[in-house]
């Protein structure tokens, strides 16, 4: 089993700069692939980014440029630098785990942060 667990996101102004973690705990694997999601009111969830187990990474068109993924495997924590940030990046942020179909595909979710820009 895992569980994913987000810090509290926040409140920013446009331009302004947050950072968001998640500590996964339980049976993690380095082939497991780890992102963030995001869900804006009247909106489906979309994928942010994603960091896969050989490190690669993709993002949407949207972030491209100003958000980074990264994962310290050690700590088991994934993190979201989010800069220059938009009114349009409002939205509660999901952290997301998929296991490898090797390993039973499973995915598993955190229960979302809020993240709201300011203009």
């Known amino acids: 089993q895992v569980r994913l667990v987000e810090a509290v996101g926040g409140l920013v102004q446009a331009g302004g700069s947050l950072r968001l973690s998640c500590a996964a705990s339980?049976?993690?694997?380095?082939?497991?692939?780890m992102g963030w999601y995001r869900q804006a009111p009247g909106n489906q969830r979309e994928l942010v980014a994603v960091t896969t187990s050989g490190g690669s990474t993709n993002y949407a068109d949207s972030v491209k440029g100003r958000f980074t993924i990264s994962r310290d495997n050690a700590k088991n924590t994934l993190y979201l630098q989010m800069n220059s940030l938009k009114p349009e990046d409002t939205a509660v942020y999901y952290c997301n785990l998929k296991r490898s179909p090797l390993r039973g595909g499973l995915t598993y979710w955190g229960q979302g942060t809020q993240v709201t820009v300011s203009s």
């Open positions: 339980g049976t993690i694997f380095s082939s497991d692939a």
